[in-house]
């Protein structure tokens, strides 16, 4: 093993991922808190870290000989994670430094030889103790051994892709995808030597025939942004694996609440943390989650590239995590009844929501999904006036991109969110002039519709 190997590893392991242990029982572990704890310094503060761990989380139980069931998705949002402060802070802190003192030259040379792990600058994954402590409470939540915080999800793609293609490389991706992903599959990844191709990856046999020899990685969108479709992780990801590829999936639609594609066979997965793990519209960030020796790769290109979560941000997102359970079965519940309070509409030609019987994937979607999430999209058969005249007569729901917040969100993806890519792409996948998209918020239901109601009668 390298110095660099060793660091990495290291580094991993102070990132409480627990290299091939299941994340789910992540929360209490002793070893993690005193590795927080060691770098604080002073034996009195590990000695009271490691009795407050004694006490609580798992430990109790393990002690009495009991076997415990992996807690639920419910209890990990709130509690996975927690405990990085040998104060015993209830929340946990801001640990807002941009690097880490040391005890000594031998501790310096220690944790930068890769000997010892521990916090040294912000930049270099695992960060600080509020970056552990939101990461870790996400993979315990997406099922994974190890993840990194980043920036924006922009920032977690480049990240991931980046670390494992390289020239000559080929990538195949869902035909519909975010507009930002499309820029940096059509502008940004070809100028280094990566070959593209998208197909309708909600139809198996065009992701066979897109499979190519030089594939390394499929990236999947699902549910798609905006049209709703729904992929087959779990096929998709044997074929990749059978083709030699690996797959990763941005599941910023569905959120690990709804949706965990490394569970169904996918090895890594991708998240804006903007949306539904911040959920409240004040914060940028993203995140990769996946196999250790994946995230081992995402590492190296964090630290070179820069563009790892700001401090502020982590603690956010992680504050965010704590109710993400609670908003998505609200946000899911509210974008069900506008999809069928829109069906009812003479003005709506196409309603897009897994949730639907009419939606063409609704099938795989309720295999796949434990929820149908918060977003839905609509084709008006007034076209883009009409669609204009609707954005500007809704009184309750906010007129902007993004998505995943507690408020109702309006756009019109063909002029905002996916403007970027071009007309007659847009139209063959199914971004008409007249769709709409709505992010359903966790707002009363009946005044959502009530605002919907009397802006498709000014249409
Ligand atoms: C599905 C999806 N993936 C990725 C992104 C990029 O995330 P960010 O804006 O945090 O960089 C977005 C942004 O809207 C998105 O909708």
């Known amino acids: 093993m390298t110095g660099d190997d060793e660091r990495e590893k290291m580094a991993l392991q102070t990132m409480g991922t627990a290299l091939g242990k299941n994340s789910g029982a992540q929360k209490d572990s002793g070893a993690e808190r005193d590795e927080g704890a060691q770098r604080d310094g002073g034996n009195d503060r590990v000695q009271a870290v490691d009795q407050r761990a004694d006490v609580g989380g798992e430990k109790r139980g393990e002690k009495r000989g009991e076997k415990r069931r992996e807690r639920g998705f419910g209890t990990r949002c709130v509690h996975a994670g927690e405990g990085h402060n040998p104060y015993g802070a209830h929340a946990t802190p801001i640990y807002q430094t941009s690097s880490f003192s040391f005890d000594s030259s031998e501790e310096a040379e220690a944790l930068f030889s890769g000997r010892k792990s521990g916090y040294v600058y912000v930049r ?216 069928r309070f829109l069906e009812s509409r003479p003005e709506v030609r196409e309603v897009r929501y897994p949730g639907l019987p009419s939606h063409p994937q609704h099938h795989l979607a309720r295999r796949q999904m434990s929820g149908f999430g918060g977003m839905l999209s609509f084709d008006l058969s007034g076209g883009r006036e009409a669609a204009r005249k609707l954005m500007n007569a809704v009184e309750l729901s906010t007129l902007a991109v993004s998505l995943g917040s507690v408020d109702t969100l309006i756009e019109h993806p063909a002029s905002m969110t996916h403007a970027s890519i071009p007309a007659e792409v847009r139209e063959r996948i199914g971004i008409s002039p007249g769709m709409v998209r709505i992010s359903a918020g966790i707002e009363d239901p009946e005044d959502l519709i009530q605002d919907l109601e009397q802006g498709l009668e000014r249409i």
């Not at 959120?255 to 965990?260: K, L, N, Y």
């Not at 914060?283 to 989650?289: F, H, R, S, Y």
């Open 124 to 339: 270099a994954p695992p960060g600080t103790p509020t970056h552990s402590a939101f990461t870790e409470k996400l993979v315990s939540l997406e099922g994974g051994e190890a993840g990194i915080s980043f920036s924006s999800g922009m920032a977690a793609e480049a990240a991931v892709i980046l670390s494992h293609l390289q020239q000559g490389d080929h990538l195949l991706s869902t035909d519909v995808i975010y507009g930002g992903t499309f820029g940096l599959f059509s502008a940004v990844l070809p100028r280094y030597g990566i070959q593209v191709s998208y197909a309708d990856t909600s139809d198996l046999e065009a992701v066979r025939s897109g499979l190519m020899e030089n594939t390394r990685m499929v990236f999947l969108e699902t549910p798609a942004n905006p049209t709703m479709s729904i992929s087959d992780i779990g096929e998709i990801s044997s074929m990749a694996r059978e083709a030699g590829a690996v797959t990763v999936v941005d599941n910023t639609f569905a959120s690990p609440c709804f949706q965990r594609p490394l569970e169904l066979g996918a090895d890594a997965v991708v998240e804006s943390c903007t949306k539904y793990i911040g959920g409240h519209s004040d914060l940028l960030g993203g995140a990769v989650v996946g196999s250790a020796s994946l995230i081992r790769g995402v590492r190296r290109m964090a630290v070179s590239f820069g563009g790892t979560m700001g401090t502020f941000e982590a603690w956010l997102a992680l504050r965010g995590l704590k109710t993400l359970h609670l908003r998505m079965e609200r946000h899911a519940s509210n974008a069900l009844a506008l999809a």
